[in-house]
DNA sequence: CCACGGCCTGATTC
DNA sequence: AGAATCAGGCCGT
């Protein structure tokens, strides 16, 4: 077992990250946050100036590089505070929830954890794909703890229809299947779509079943860099609504081309922020 | 192009 | 308690 320190200049609050609605996995015990990454296990814990990362994998460097990334240490948020502050209800978010961050996570994993999220409700993604891992996935025993990898599209591609539904996926189980022997069939590493420019990675993701203009805006914007995607659901269609007047009077029926052009290259940032905002309030209400 | 119903299923609401 | 409704959409008509 190793621990190492993880230092970052800017804030980051992992319990609003992690619990954000961009990953699934992640288990609180605690202040600890238990998490795979690819075939490593790895426990967080905030440290203030920095985290610490206790885990079992030989490579620590390897495990610190990784994380860097998968919490885009390297992004230039000055920048981002200068861009989107100028908006008044963005600005209000970002003082509401220092630390939130976009995570870059693993394509493929956030391709299926979408998917999956279609008229669902966190917790049943949760669930789903937990079970996704327990039955299909490789098992990783470290120490006292086990947890099981995300199952590549190979593993999924293996199984049947049936087997999916029975971890609860419903519906979405057809477009897993296929969507996995898709890309186990054609080899695929999902990462090329990096490299594509926004809209030609968007219309490559919707050409696959069960992912329309919000799913695939997720995978770009969660797990392949695109800052520039701007998922939206009907949280967000109701925030436009109610707080953007300029939005409500718009002439065209395309909400997230009206998004980049008013947010800029960090829309996602945006919407990130945002949807953190009306999620909280209407939890807030409900009590 | 737009509008609408159907889809699995667990949780919440009435 | 049991039935309706909803939940971070997408697809076919």
Redesign the pocket.
């Known amino acids: 077992m190793n621990s190492v320190i993880l230092t970052h200049h800017n804030p980051i609050d992992l319990e609003l990250t992690l619990n954000?609605?961009?990953a699934f996995r992640w288990i609180r015990n605690g202040n600890l946050f238990e998490g795979v990454l690819g075939d490593s296990l790895v426990t967080l814990q905030d440290k203030g100036e920095s985290i610490e990362v206790i885990n079992w994998d030989s490579d620590t460097e390897c495990i610190l590089k990784h994380l860097r990334r998968y919490f885009r240490l390297d992004d230039r948020w000055e920048e981002i505070l200068e861009t989107l502050g100028r908006d008044m209800h963005v600005a209000e978010a970002l003082l509401r929830y220092q630390g939130l961050r976009l995570l870059k996570q693993d394509p493929w994993e956030t391709l299926i954890a979408?998917v999956t999220?279609?008229?669902?409700?966190?917790?049943?993604v949760s669930?789903c794909l937990e079970g996704l891992c327990q039955q299909f996935g490789r098992r990783l025993n470290f120490g006292t703890s086990a947890r099981c990898a995300f199952p590549t599209p190979y593993e999924l591609a293996r199984a049947s229809e049936k087997e999916l539904?029975s971890v609860?996926?419903?519906?979405?189980a057809?477009?897993v299947k296929e969507i996995a022997g898709y890309i186990a069939d054609s080899e695929i590493d999902l990462e090329f779509l990096q490299d594509l420019p926004y809209d030609n990675a968007k219309e490559w993701l919707?050409g696959?079943?069960?992912?329309?203009?919000?799913?695939?805006d997720?995978v770009l914007l969660y797990s392949l860099d695109k800052t520039e995607a701007f998922?939206v659901?009907?949280?967000i269609e109701r925030v436009l609504l109610n707080w953007y007047p300029a939005y409500k009077r718009r002439w065209t029926?395309d909400t997230h081309k009206w998004a980049v052009e008013y947010f800029g290259k960090y829309a996602g940032y945006a919407e990130l922020y945002l949807?953190q905002h009306i999620?909280t309030d209407s939890k807030q209400r409900?009590r």
């Open positions: 954000s609605g961009q979408f999220s279609s008229v669902s409700s966190i917790a049943k669930y539904r609860g996926l419903g519906f979405r057809r477009y919707m696959l079943p069960g992912i329309g203009p919000k799913v695939a997720c998922p659901d009907r949280w029926r949807f999620r409900n």
